[in-house]
């Protein structure tokens, strides 16, 4: 396609130090969006931020919280541009381009909304006539803001929504019938080079305490004296990238307590570096979770997830490395980049299209 008109594709973050997956994707989006040096077409991040007024007027709302409160949530007129802010380079190593101010153009402007801020698309962007797309990281994410029919009017109004997971696709079609033509779901891509695989590994199982951890400290008391004491149990936090990955390649297996989410990560970078996963799909992850690499748990049954753990830790397999060889080649094509590219591309040609 010869893009004769410019076009800069803006997405909404927000300004947070923190890994996140959402945070990842969007960033290696708009990374690919430029890499790609197509005439005409740019992408920047616009990291937004609360006013110190409105981050005062939250915390009284939280300490008289009404769900039934239209206004609960984050308002786009308190909001501000964090025009300084940096992300971590401890764990984004990408190059992106940023925008440091709110204003947009409606001739060359298309903003990407993540789906914790769809209601911002009301105030922010359709008085403005400004076109917009809403990314839909996670369909459980979609209630940040109790006003359903300024979410409603939102997704009706959006030019197309992104998604990332069979799940979440079904869950936007089944919220809002009127957008079911509108759902374009996206690729994620993993780094498998990033992987190195010991040829030994360690009798050692890991988990990321990022949610649920309560479930953890139950499954923990089921556990006790009952896991071999040549086995150990090691959360892992407070890592970059590179130490994250050097303990996955260590362990044989990876407890998934993901909580409702759009498409968990670390169960397919865990399964990548050669681990059994048990536990939560988070309901996103039934794209992958199959088996002999995932054991799916039913979430809150810790009796049943204790047992999984058990019986692979006492019957664990010789080479398994080498015995789940195809799966995870399958795995690694799935979440390619170059998957990730080529829907990226078709992403660029419909936000083309608008105009």
Same mark, same amino acid.
């Given at each position: ?40 077409? +740019? ?28 206004? %609960? ?22 190059? @992106?381009? @940023? ?32 076109? %917009? ?31 990332? +997971? ?12 009127? /957008? ?68 996955? /390649?260590?362990?044989? @297996? ?51 997830? /204790? ?46 299209? /608008?105009?």
């Amino acid at each position: 396609m010869n893009y004769k008109k410019k076009i800069n594709i803006i997405y909404l973050m927000p300004a947070h130090k923190r890994a996140s997956g959402g945070s990842k994707v969007i960033y290696q989006h708009s990374k690919i969006i430029n890499k790609f040096g197509i005439e005409n077409i +740019s992408s920047k991040i616009l990291h937004l931020k609360k006013k110190k007024m409105a981050k005062f007027r939250l915390s009284l709302k939280k300490n008289f919280y009404n769900k039934n409160s239209k206004n %609960y949530g984050w308002l786009a007129n308190e909001m501000k541009a964090a025009s300084n802010f940096i992300p971590s380079s401890s764990w984004n190593k990408n190059k @992106i381009q @940023i925008k440091s101010d709110m204003n947009f153009n409606p001739n060359t402007d298309f903003v990407i909304i993540p789906e914790i801020w769809a209601h911002f698309a009301y105030d922010l962007l359709i008085r403005q006539k400004i076109k %917009y797309a809403i990314f839909a990281l996670g369909a459980y994410a979609m209630n940040s803001f109790y006003d359903h029919e300024k979410l409603s009017k939102s997704y009706s109004k959006a030019e197309f929504i992104l998604t990332v +997971s069979e799940d979440t696709s079904k869950c936007v079609k089944f919220i809002f019938p009127n /957008c079911r033509n509108k759902v374009f779901k996206m690729n994620l891509s993993i780094d498998h080079k990033k992987f190195k695989i010991p040829k030994k590994k360690d009798n050692l199982i890991t988990f990321i305490p990022r949610a649920l951890t309560d479930h953890f400290h139950i499954l923990s008391l089921f556990l006790f004296k009952k896991l071999p004491k040549k086995w150990r149990i090691e959360p892992l936090s407070n890592l970059d990238e590179k130490q994250l990955f050097k303990k996955l /390649c260590s362990s044989k @297996i990876f407890l998934s307590f993901s909580y409702i989410t759009g498409l968990g990560m670390p169960p397919i970078e865990a399964a990548i570096a050669g681990n059994k996963v048990i536990g939560y799909t988070g309901e996103g992850g039934k794209d992958f979770f199959r088996k002999p690499i995932f054991e799916e748990i039913e979430s809150g049954n810790i009796k049943h997830f /204790c047992e999984e753990i058990l019986n692979t830790v006492n019957n664990y397999p010789k080479n398994w490395v080498q015995k789940t060889r195809f799966q995870r080649k399958q795995l690694i094509q799935k979440y390619s980049i170059i998957n990730e590219e080529k829907l990226i591309k078709r992403l660029i040609n419909k936000v083309y299209s /608008c105009y």
